[in-house]
């Protein structure tokens, strides 16, 4: 029998703080990657990291309200985040037959 | 600045009079006046341990500052939890931090690994630990749906791209020994783990600010879930009469007249059963859809439009790759006529051959 919802599964304000917490730590620390990282590709990682992060708040809240626009929203997150994959990594692949390098500060100077 | 102050003391009252139930327990634990040192605190000593991560340094100091980071991070994620009220049954509390913490790591390591293919695979990790949060939150579909799409779409896309692009070590010819160099040493790490910081302190006023589970009195979820489920059952037709052929097996066909009386969660339904006759039943609603159900109907029957917003938007994502993706080819004069079936052109053909042929190309 799949998960019913019910009376008794309420009372998870617990949960629902923790994955908040959970979320503010992983953006904060998508963030960080992003502004740490030189290779191009990992830096687009950490903004799936951040992606994540907002997810997880969504559930958390729509767990919370026992609402389904939370988990809604997340669906069309995961577009978006495989959208921006498709056309960073194609971007990053241009890059990369430009000057054979991942790295971000070969591209520091944007005159050519 | 007084100013300033006095605003942001009238916005904190009219906050702690929306939140009209009594607070007394959390004020007699924290300090009235500084309800967020604690967050500050923590995200401190998260930033300090982080930094030490980051900077390339030797080992027993990174881990030094791994342990400082994860001190951080349990101070934050503690004081969240205070913050929540007395603590509740349904959830795992215990396997739940275990997740967090599992995934948090991975995080970190993401940001930090040298090799590029195994911090994608870290994130593959943060991204199945978050999977499993998604389902001690009751979201079913979109826990399966993040490890499909993240885990199996999107992480090999990157995998392929991270293998076109970065061949790896090539210490066997000797030109390359680490194709990781310029990732190796951490750029701007003081700036960023401030940004970070200062991020992280906002956030805890935000996680602070949000009301505690007794704001919404579970009774009244109660009654929301229970709405929800009624005007969903009213919207499907079918599975209201595998509901009722649960307690009926005879039932062919189930209605709900437009004016039919909806008392709390119990729905009056005009059933016909298979030798003709029609009762009226009273169908109880709750119980009888779960999650997967309520967000596959809410999906078409709240958000058609956005849904197919979301289909465009792939369109145009696949259209940009490709465009983007393409590599431009110079195809020689010759190729191109191999390719249409015609002959090649050939110029400097001796005049005895020309005559013999009749004029040639």
Same mark, same amino acid.
């Given at each position: 029998?799949?998960?019913?919802?019910?009376?008794?599964q309420?009372?998870?304000?617990?949960a629902?703080?923790?994955?908040?917490?959970?979320?503010?730590?992983?953006?904060?620390?998508?963030?960080?990657?992003?502004?740490?990282?030189?290779?191009?590709?990992?830096?687009?990682?950490?903004?799936?990291?951040?992606?994540?992060?907002?997810?997880?708040?969504?559930?958390?809240?729509?767990r919370?309200?026992?609402?389904?626009?939370?988990?809604?929203?997340?669906?069309?997150?995961?577009?978006?985040?495989?959208?921006?994959?498709?056309?960073? %990594?194609?971007l990053?692949?241009? %890059?990369?037959?430009?000057?054979?390098?991942?790295?971000?500060?070969?591209?520091?100077?944007?005159?050519? | 600045?007084?100013?300033?102050?006095?605003?942001?003391?009238?916005?904190?009252?009219?906050?702690?009079?929306?939140?009209?139930?009594?607070?007394?327990?959390?004020?007699?634990?924290?300090?009235?006046?500084?309800?967020l040192?604690?967050?500050?605190?923590?995200?401190?000593?998260?930033?300090? #341990?982080?930094?030490?991560?980051?900077?390339?340094?030797?080992?027993?100091?990174?881990?030094?500052?791994?342990?400082?980071?994860?001190?951080?991070?349990?101070?934050?994620?503690?004081?969240?939890?205070?913050?929540?009220?007395?603590p509740?049954?349904?959830?795992?509390?215990?396997?739940?931090?275990?997740?967090?913490?599992?995934?948090?790591?991975?995080?970190?390591?993401?940001?930090?690994?040298?090799?590029?293919?195994?911090?994608?695979?870290?994130?593959?990790?943060?991204?199945?630990?978050?999977?499993?949060?998604?389902?001690?939150? +009751?979201?079913?579909?979109?826990?399966?749906?993040?490890?499909?799409?993240?885990?199996?779409?999107?992480?090999?896309?990157?995998?392929? =791209?991270?293998?076109?692009?970065?061949?790896?070590?090539r210490?066997?010819?000797?030109?390359?020994?680490?194709?990781?160099?310029?990732?190796?040493?951490?750029?701007?790490p003081?700036?960023?783990?401030l940004?970070?910081?200062?991020?992280?302190?906002?956030?805890?006023?935000?996680?602070?600010?949000?009301?505690?589970?007794?704001?919404?009195?579970?009774?009244?979820?109660d009654?929301?879930?229970?709405?929800?489920?009624?005007?969903?059952?009213?919207?499907?037709p079918?599975?209201?009469?595998?509901?009722?052929?649960?307690?009926?097996?005879?039932?062919?066909?189930?209605?709900?007249?437009?004016?039919?009386?909806?008392?709390?969660?119990?729905v +009056?339904? +005009? =059933?016909?059963?298979?030798?003709?006759?029609?009762?009226?039943?009273?169908?109880?609603?709750?119980?009888?859809?779960?999650?997967? +159900?309520?967000?596959?109907?809410?999906?078409?029957?709240?958000?058609?439009?956005?849904?197919?917003?979301?289909?465009?938007?792939?369109?145009?994502?696949?259209?940009?790759?490709? =465009?983007?993706?393409?590599?431009?080819?110079?195809?020689?004069?010759?190729?191109?006529?191999?390719?249409?079936?015609l002959?090649?052109?050939?110029?400097?053909?001796?005049?005895?051959?020309?005559?013999?042929?009749? #004029?040639g190309?």
């Open positions: 029998m799949t998960h019913i919802l019910a009376a008794s309420f009372g998870a304000s617990h629902v703080t923790i994955t908040l917490a959970m979320s503010a730590l992983l953006f904060t620390i998508g963030l960080i990657g992003f502004l740490v990282r030189r290779n191009m590709i990992l830096m687009f990682l950490c903004t799936e990291i951040m992606f994540q992060a907002a997810a997880l708040a969504f559930i958390a809240f729509g919370m309200r026992m609402d389904t626009g939370g988990q809604i929203f997340v669906i069309f997150i995961l577009t978006i985040a495989a959208a921006e994959a498709a056309l960073a %990594l194609g990053v692949i241009l %890059l990369f037959r430009r000057k054979e390098t991942l790295s971000s500060e070969a591209w520091s100077e944007l005159h050519e | 600045m007084r100013r300033i102050l006095s605003l942001a003391h009238r916005r904190k009252e009219s906050c702690e009079s929306l939140r009209n139930h009594p607070r007394t327990e959390r004020e007699t634990l924290v300090p009235h006046s500084m309800p040192l604690p967050f500050y605190i923590a995200s401190a000593v998260a930033a300090v #341990g982080l930094f030490y991560i980051l900077r390339p340094n030797k080992p027993a100091l990174r881990r030094g500052g791994a342990v400082v980071a994860l001190a951080g991070a349990g101070l934050f994620i503690s004081e969240a939890l205070r913050l929540a009220g007395p509740s049954a349904g959830v795992p509390i215990v396997l739940l931090i275990a997740l967090v913490v599992i995934g948090l790591y991975a995080a970190v390591r993401v940001i930090t690994h040298p090799r590029p293919v195994f911090a994608a695979l870290y994130f593959i990790v943060t991204v199945v630990a978050s999977a499993i949060i998604f389902l001690l939150l +009751q979201a079913e579909f979109m826990a399966f749906a993040l490890i499909i799409v993240y885990a199996g779409a999107i992480l090999i896309t990157y995998m392929f =791209v991270l293998m076109l692009a970065d061949q790896g070590p210490d066997s010819i000797g030109h390359i020994d680490d194709d990781g160099d310029y990732d190796r040493v951490p750029r701007e003081m700036a960023a783990v940004v970070g910081f200062i991020l992280l302190g906002t956030l805890a006023a935000v996680v602070e600010r949000i009301p505690n589970a007794s704001v919404l009195a579970e009774s009244s979820l009654q929301k879930v229970a709405r929800q489920q009624t005007d969903a059952l009213v919207m499907m079918k599975h209201l009469l595998n509901v009722i052929k649960r307690n009926n097996p005879t039932a062919v066909s189930a209605l709900v007249p437009a004016n039919a009386a909806i008392q709390g969660s119990v +009056q339904t +005009q =059933v016909t059963f298979a030798d003709g006759t029609v009762k009226d039943i009273a169908v109880d609603a709750a119980g009888t859809i779960d999650n997967t +159900q309520m967000v596959g109907l809410d999906l078409v029957a709240r958000y058609p439009a956005s849904l197919e917003l979301a289909g465009i938007i792939l369109l145009m994502a696949m259209f940009g790759a490709v =465009v983007l993706a393409r590599r431009q080819i110079e195809f020689g004069e010759d190729e191109v006529r191999d390719a249409a079936g002959r090649r052109i050939v110029l400097d053909v001796p005049d005895h051959e020309r005559a013999a042929n009749g #004029g190309a």
